[in-house]
């Protein structure tokens, strides 16, 4: 049998929450361990575990994963999750780098100096409102899902983002009907429908500590590298 699924990330949404939900989707049960220390970072970086010394890492298939959208379309194409051709899976990627665009501008802001924070987030309000939702409304006019009329793992990250979006702008999706309608349908899929419950394995919105955790684990390098 196959070993479990280990996720290597702080204990916080990061780059690993939309792996984390992709894996609940596929109905992958995984284990995670947390990074808070930088003697864990240094471990890792000793067994020569992180390709480019950057986590997220994931142990799957006798494999340590590195880079985020490397880890997503392997889970998405091992489990169905990535179209049926090479076409749809073009327009999935497309959907999916959209929102990979808009989420790591909300995963920046825990990370942005205080006097910053109102205009880094009016920026993303505007963005979201103006350049990425239309797009998705548009796509979900009579269908049920992004693309093929079948799930994929842009749907899923589209529900992770919108639904972080709402945590920071909770009346943004008042214009997208399709959208919020979307977001509905997928909160009913009995894996999501337990993910969303308290106590499962989804990361609740980053705080002070999670910041604190990564500036040490990195020893004050800032973790994004872009
Ligand atoms: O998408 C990816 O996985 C990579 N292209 C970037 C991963 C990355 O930036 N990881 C950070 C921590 S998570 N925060 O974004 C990291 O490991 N930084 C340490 C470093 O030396 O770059």
């Known amino acids: 049998m ?14 690993m929450e939309s792996i984390r939900w992709l894996l609940t989707v596929a109905g992958v049960e ?8 930088h003697e864990q970072y240094e471990t890792l970086l000793r067994d020569g575990a992180l390709m480019f010394q950057q986590v997220p890492m994931v142990e799957m298939d006798g494999m340590k994963l590195v880079q985020t959208r490397a880890i997503l379309n392997y889970i998405a194409e091992k489990y169905s ?11 999935i990627n497309m959907y999916s780098e959209g929102l990979r665009d808009l989420m790591e501008m909300m995963m920046m802001l825990p990370f942005t100096p205080p006097a910053d924070v109102k205009a880094k987030l009016e920026n993303i309000q505007t963005k979201a409102a103006e350049r990425y939702l239309p797009v998705y409304e548009k796509a979900l006019t009579g269908a049920t899902y992004l693309v093929g009329g079948a799930l994929s793992c842009a749907d899923v ?14 009346e943004i999706l008042t214009q997208f009907p399709n959208v919020k309608a979307f977001q509905s349908r997928m909160s009913r899929i009995p894996a999501i429908e337990r993910f969303l419950q308290p106590g499962s394995k989804r990361k609740p919105q980053p705080d002070e500590n999670y910041v604190k955790t ?13």
Not at 6 to 15: A, C, E, I, S, T
Not at 217 to 226: I, Q
Request: glycine content about 4%; charged content about 35%.
């Open 81 to 91: 999750l990535h179209g049926k051709d090479v076409k749809e899976r073009a327009k």
């Open 30 to 37: 995984f284990d995670e361990v947390h990074l808070s220390t």
């Open 157 to 170: 990250e589209l529900l992770e983002c919108s639904l972080m979006l709402e945590e920071r702008v909770p």
């Open 2 to 15: 196959a070993d479990k699924v280990v996720l290597h990330y702080f204990d916080g949404r990061g780059k």
């Open 214 to 226: 990564v500036m040490e684990v990195f020893k004050v390098k800032l973790p994004l590298t872009k």
